[in-house]
C-alpha cells in the first residue's frame, strides 16, 4: 500500500523533522510533496518570465536537499518519491482541488507555526479548514533548540 503525504515547507529543519517522524512510525510506503506557498509576483515583467521550477530552484536551499537525501537514504523502503509543490492561493477551495490533483491521502503539520520568507506565507490554516485529513505533530521539545542542533535530529535513530 502507498500513501501521498503533504508537508508545508519553508525550507528550515522542522519540515525535515516532520518527514523524519511521518517516515519513522508509517506502516506503508509514501509518495512525499512539500508544498511551498507563496504570492504570485506583483511585476507584470515577473509573470511573463514566471517560472515555478525556477521558484522552487530559488527556494530550496543546498542544506535543504541534502537533509530530504539523508531521510531517503534512511528511510528507502518508506519513503518512494519525494517532489515540491508549488501553490499561490489562499482559499479553501483551491487548496482542495490541489490536494485531489496530486492525490493527497494526509497532511503533516508542526504544532509551531512555520517561518515565513519573503512572499510566502503558511498554510496551515488553510490546511486545517479544507476536506484533507491532517496530522499535527508535536516538535515543541525541537523549538528553543539552535539550528545545528536540529540538524543532528536528523541523524537520531529513533523518533
Given at each position: 500500500?502507498?500513501?501521498?503525504?503533504?508537508?508545508?515547507?519553508?525550507?528550515?529543519?522542522?519540515?525535515?523533522?516532520?518527514?523524519?517522524?511521518?517516515?519513522?512510525?508509517?506502516?506503508?510506503?509514501?509518495?512525499?510533496?512539500?508544498?511551498?506557498?507563496?504570492?504570485?509576483?506583483?511585476?507584470?515583467?515577473?509573470?511573463?518570465?514566471?517560472?515555478?521550477?525556477?521558484?522552487?530552484?530559488?527556494?530550496?536551499?543546498?542544506?535543504?536537499?541534502?537533509?530530504?537525501?539523508?531521510?531517503?537514504?534512511?528511510?528507502?523502503?518508506?519513503?518512494?518519491?519525494?517532489?515540491?509543490?508549488?501553490?499561490?492561493?489562499?482559499?479553501?477551495?483551491?487548496?482542495?482541488?490541489?490536494?485531489?490533483m496530486n492525490g493527497i491521502?494526509?497532511?503533516?503539520?508542526?504544532?509551531?507555526?512555520?517561518?515565513?520568507?519573503?512572499?510566502?506565507?503558511?498554510?496551515?490554516?488553510?490546511?486545517?479548514?479544507?476536506?484533507?485529513?491532517?496530522?499535527?505533530?508535536?516538535?515543541e521539545s525541537h523549538a528553543?533548540?539552535?539550528?545545528?542542533?536540529?540538524?543532528?535530529?536528523?541523524?537520531?535513530?529513533?523518533?
Amino acid at each position: 500500500m502507498r500513501k501521498t503525504i503533504l508537508i508545508p515547507t519553508d525550507f528550515t529543519i522542522t519540515p525535515l523533522l516532520l518527514l523524519k517522524h511521518v517516515a519513522a512510525t508509517s506502516a506503508v510506503e509514501l509518495d512525499v510533496i512539500f508544498l511551498y506557498c507563496t504570492s504570485l509576483p506583483d511585476s507584470i515583467t515577473d509573470l511573463l518570465f514566471y517560472s515555478p521550477k525556477k521558484i522552487i530552484e530559488a527556494a530550496v536551499t543546498t542544506a535543504f536537499s541534502e537533509g530530504c537525501a539523508v531521510i531517503q537514504n534512511k528511510y528507502p523502503e518508506k519513503i518512494q518519491s519525494i517532489r515540491f509543490e508549488l501553490f499561490h492561493a489562499r482559499s479553501v477551495d483551491a487548496f482542495q482541488i490541489m490536494a485531489e490533483m496530486n492525490g493527497i491521502d494526509e497532511a503533516i503539520l508542526a504544532h509551531t507555526p512555520a517561518a515565513s520568507r519573503k512572499q510566502s506565507f503558511d498554510p496551515a490554516p488553510i490546511i486545517r479548514k479544507s476536506a484533507v485529513p491532517f496530522r499535527e505533530v508535536d516538535l515543541e521539545s525541537h523549538a528553543y533548540a539552535p539550528e545545528r542542533d536540529l540538524l543532528t535530529e536528523l541523524f537520531v535513530s529513533a523518533v
